[in-house]
């Protein structure tokens, strides 16, 4: 007789653990992907990720697998995104894959092995398996919740101006947003509060400008109906 692990009501397929890691870089949103050396997809760009072991939970798996690429003290943000089980997606068999979300935000810019990159989330490379689509989940996880809830702090640094914010809300969202609306919306909501500070003038003078932050580091719902929307076309 089998064991019970591999048998039809309980089969043993192949766990992996992903992680789509995205960070606003030079106004643009961008993922980071390791370019896979070995078939399948050699060459192609992948998530970084690898194998759930027998004695480790998912979360504890991502948090290794990322450990390989960047630190893990890095992310403002993780979270679990979803799970993929097509059969086909792996040419080597059936395999099972439970994606991450997490975040780095824009002050912090961590050292990547010479496999890893980043690549703007509006035109990313070839990628390996379901990657891309994974890729595209993310982004619209991440949309949505910074409608909702205040996720912003995991993007921003730990002091910014509202034009500053603004950058990065434009970046992740895809489309324009008004630093006013923005600045009315956030603070409306108890998400943001003033240092107390300004930032130096530019090049150009004029006033200095106010440093905010976000009130707490914590995810949170600020609004369970709210959503951003694009505006109108004329």
């Known amino acids: 007789m089998g064991s019970v692990w591999s048998s039809p009501e309980r089969p043993a397929y192949p766990h992996q653990a992903l992680a789509v890691v995205l960070q606003v870089r ?9 370019q896979r050396p070995n078939e399948p997809f050699a060459g192609a760009w992948a998530l970084p990720g690898g194998p759930l072991l027998a004695d480790e939970t998912l979360g504890a798996s991502v ?48 050292a990547l092995p010479d496999d890893t990159a980043w690549h703007p989330v509006d035109a990313l490379p070839a990628t390996a398996f379901d ?8 982004l619209a996880r991440l949309r949505s919740k910074l409608s909702y809830t205040n996720v912003g702090f995991a993007l921003a640094p730990p002091e910014f101006t509202v034009a500053e914010l603004r950058e990065l809300y434009v970046a992740a969202l895809g489309y324009d947003v008004t630093a006013t609306n923005l600045q009315r919306v956030l603070l409306r909501r108890g998400v943001l509060e003033p240092t107390g500070e300004q930032a130096p003038p530019g090049r150009a003078g004029g006033r200095p400008a106010a440093l905010y932050r976000f009130v707490t580091p914590e995810l949170s719902v600020t609004d369970p109906f709210a959503v951003f929307r694009p505006p109108s076309a004329p």
């Open 26 to 34: 030079g106004r643009r949103l961008h993922a980071m992907l390791w």
């Open 63 to 110: 948090a290794r697998q990322l450990a390989a690429k960047v630190e893990v003290a890095h992310l403002g943000h993780l979270e679990q995104l979803e799970t993929r089980s097509d059969p086909g997606r792996d040419p080597r068999g059936r395999t099972v894959a439970t994606a991450y979300l997490g975040l780095i935000p824009t002050h912090v810019d961590p």
């Open 131 to 138: 990657h891309g689509s994974i890729v595209r989940s993310a």
